[in-house]
């Protein structure tokens, strides 16, 4: 299930980099008592009661200004509440209402999105000042007084702010529907192989790099089996993004990794893997998601032989992490090896979803431990005492152990080495837990 997007949004000066930083727990926005630090809406994650969801900051909304980088930043708040699906709306209570606030209001009345009206700048323990009741007159429902500097009242305002996630377990597609995103940095040819899959033009496909502004579902039936392509908007550096709606874009892509079983990394062969292809990679990855590295544009690579193996070669050696993905050379153009993927998706998918019992695990263990000796410290050696399978979608294991200090990471990667060679696990990442025995 994707993770919700909840915006900030309010005038400019109000503590909105503040509550951002004091919820992330990072300073990541810039704190200055300047109007209009904040010029680009920036997200980080953030957790509460066991859910995680994206949290946006944005630059103040300033609508009588005629001041371009103040335009530029509407802009960007308004593509924030477009992206949310739960909004804050913050106004300073030491200043009062302002006109600014009430167009704000008005702004946000349009949105059928629920909207939660917080009054910041609270400083006192107690009973909330007479004058913070005046912003009733915006008509934006109850109250939430908080100080983003001291953290007061923080906790009322997340909890209200959990009230409108939808029930965890919701899910839009049946469970036996794979879902596939096909992500990338712009201009890989993430809709042409779409496209091609669908045998129509379902998706626009143009040179221009960010001409998918979302993510876009597409159900498919292969055989027996059924699919959802979720084509998201190319990923780029954050540094190389200059227009507004690129940015809003990006969060879309993420949530589509979010969401999805299998991620199609989509390289550009011409390019080869580029440093965001790494970052792309590395965000699936992390996420335990199924992946299959899709190099598009074979056709237009100069052929001789063994060139297939060194091109292999070369992306493993930059995507080190991801040595489990399997490698599919494409043209989404001319249609070359498309008909794999399919193939590729619904083994992969099946590979994530693997399950081993506790007997054969045990097995392995005693074998690898008699073959490899585990590590040892001043004298103390490692003990194993069994491994146990606890979930899948990635396939993860809890290892227990004598000391979890003495579990060496070169270890590990044997183990998770022999789990391969073993049982397959072709296309996902494996999770590896250590517990002392005794520990839950």
Same mark, same amino acid.
Request: aromatic share 8%; hydrophobic share 40%; glycine share 8%.
């Given at each position: 299930?994707?993770?919700?997007?909840?915006?900030?949004?309010?005038?400019?000066?109000?503590?909105?980099?503040?509550?951002?930083?004091?919820?992330?727990?990072?300073?990541?926005?810039?704190?200055?008592?300047?109007?209009?630090?904040?010029?680009?809406?920036?997200?980080?994650?953030?957790?509460?009661?066991?859910?995680?969801?994206?949290?946006?900051?944005?630059?103040?909304?300033?609508?009588?200004?005629?001041?371009?980088?103040?335009?530029?930043?509407?802009?960007?708040?308004?593509?924030?509440?477009?992206? @949310?699906?739960?909004?804050?709306?913050?106004?300073?209570?030491?200043?009062?209402?302002?006109?600014?606030?009430?167009?704000?209001?008005?702004?946000?009345?349009?949105?059928?999105?629920?909207?939660?009206?917080?009054?910041?700048?609270?400083?006192?323990?107690?009973?909330?000042?007479?004058?913070?009741?005046?912003?009733?007159?915006?008509?934006?429902?109850?109250?939430?007084?908080?100080?983003?500097?001291?953290?007061?009242?923080?906790?009322?305002?997340?909890?209200?702010?959990?009230?409108?996630?939808?029930?965890?377990?919701? !899910? !839009?597609?049946?469970?036996?529907?794979?879902?596939?995103?096909?992500?990338?940095?712009?201009? @890989?040819?993430?809709?042409?192989?779409?496209?091609?899959?669908?045998?129509?033009?379902?998706?626009?496909?143009?040179?221009?790099?960010?001409?998918?502004?979302?993510?876009?579902?597409?159900?498919?039936?292969?055989?027996?089996?059924?699919?959802?392509?979720?084509?998201?908007?190319?990923?780029?550096?954050?540094?190389?993004?200059?227009?507004?709606?690129?940015?809003?874009?990006?969060?879309?892509?993420?949530?589509?990794?979010?969401?999805?079983?299998?991620?199609?990394?989509?390289?550009?062969?011409?390019?080869?893997?580029?440093?965001?292809?790494?970052?792309?990679?590395?965000?699936?990855?992390?996420?335990?998601?199924?992946?299959?590295?899709?190099?598009?544009?074979?056709?237009?690579?100069?052929?001789?032989?063994?060139?297939?193996?060194?091109?292999?070669?070369?992306?493993?050696?930059?995507?080190?992490?991801?040595?489990? @993905?399997?490698?599919?050379?494409?043209?989404?153009?001319?249609?070359?090896?498309?008909?794999?993927?399919?193939?590729?998706?619904?083994?992969?998918?099946?590979?994530?979803?693997?399950?081993?019992?506790?007997?054969?695990?045990?097995?392995?263990?005693?074998?690898?431990?008699?073959?490899?000796?585990?590590?040892?410290?001043?004298?103390?050696?490692?003990?194993?005492?069994?491994?146990?399978?606890?979930?899948?979608?990635?396939?993860?294991?809890?290892?227990?152990?004598?000391?979890? !200090?003495?579990?060496?990471?070169?270890?590990?990667?044997?183990?998770?080495?022999?789990?391969?060679?073993?049982?397959?696990?072709?296309?996902?990442?494996?999770?590896?837990?250590?517990?002392?025995?005794? !520990?839950?």
């Amino acid at each position: 299930m994707a993770k919700q997007v909840v915006a900030i949004v309010g005038r400019p000066n109000v503590g909105k980099s503040t509550l951002f930083n004091y919820l992330t727990g990072k300073r990541i926005s810039i704190v200055e008592d300047t109007p209009g630090v904040t010029r680009d809406r920036i997200y980080a994650e953030v957790e509460w009661r066991n859910r995680k969801f994206t949290l946006i900051d944005t630059g103040g909304i300033e609508p009588y200004t005629e001041d371009a980088i103040m335009q530029q930043m509407k802009r960007q708040a308004e593509i924030a509440i477009e992206t @949310a699906n739960v909004i804050i709306f913050m106004v300073d209570g030491k200043e009062g209402m302002t006109a600014s606030d009430k167009e704000v209001a008005t702004m946000l009345r349009k949105t059928s999105k629920p909207v939660i009206l917080v009054v910041n700048k609270v400083d006192n323990v107690g009973d909330p000042p007479p004058e913070i009741y005046e912003f009733y007159n915006l008509g934006m429902g109850e109250i939430f007084a908080v100080s983003s500097i001291h953290g007061l009242g923080i906790g009322e305002l997340l909890d209200e702010i959990y009230k409108y996630f939808p029930e965890e377990d919701t !899910e !839009e597609y049946d469970e036996s529907v794979i879902k596939v995103a096909v992500i990338g940095k712009p201009n @890989a040819g993430k809709s042409s192989l779409i496209n091609r899959i669908l045998g129509e033009e379902r998706v626009i496909v143009t040179d221009i790099p960010g001409t998918t502004r979302d993510a876009i579902d597409t159900y498919v039936e292969n055989g027996d089996d059924k699919y959802v392509f979720i084509d998201t908007a190319g990923i780029r550096r954050k540094s190389k993004i200059t227009e507004n709606i690129e940015r809003y874009s990006v969060i879309r892509s993420w949530s589509a990794v979010d969401r999805a079983d299998v991620c199609l990394i989509m390289i550009d062969a011409v390019d080869g893997v580029t440093e965001q292809d790494t970052k792309i990679a590395g965000y699936a990855h992390e996420q335990g998601k199924a992946a299959i590295i899709v190099v598009n544009k074979w056709d237009l690579i100069e052929k001789k032989t063994g060139t297939m193996e060194e091109y292999r070669k070369t992306v493993y050696e930059k995507l080190g992490f991801m040595l489990y @993905a399997p490698v599919v050379f494409i043209s989404a153009k001319t249609g070359q090896r498309v008909h794999k993927i399919f193939e590729l998706i619904k083994h992969v998918a099946d590979q994530a979803s693997l399950r081993i019992s506790t007997g054969m695990l045990n097995d392995l263990v005693n074998e690898s431990v008699a073959m490899v000796q585990p590590p040892s410290d001043k004298g103390r050696r490692l003990k194993i005492y069994y491994m146990t399978q606890v979930s899948v979608k990635p396939p993860t294991f809890v290892i227990f152990v004598n000391d979890i !200090e003495l579990m060496h990471y070169s270890y590990e990667r044997y183990l998770e080495n022999q789990l391969r060679k073993s049982f397959g696990f072709e296309g996902t990442p494996i999770r590896f837990i250590h517990r002392e025995k005794g !520990e839950e």
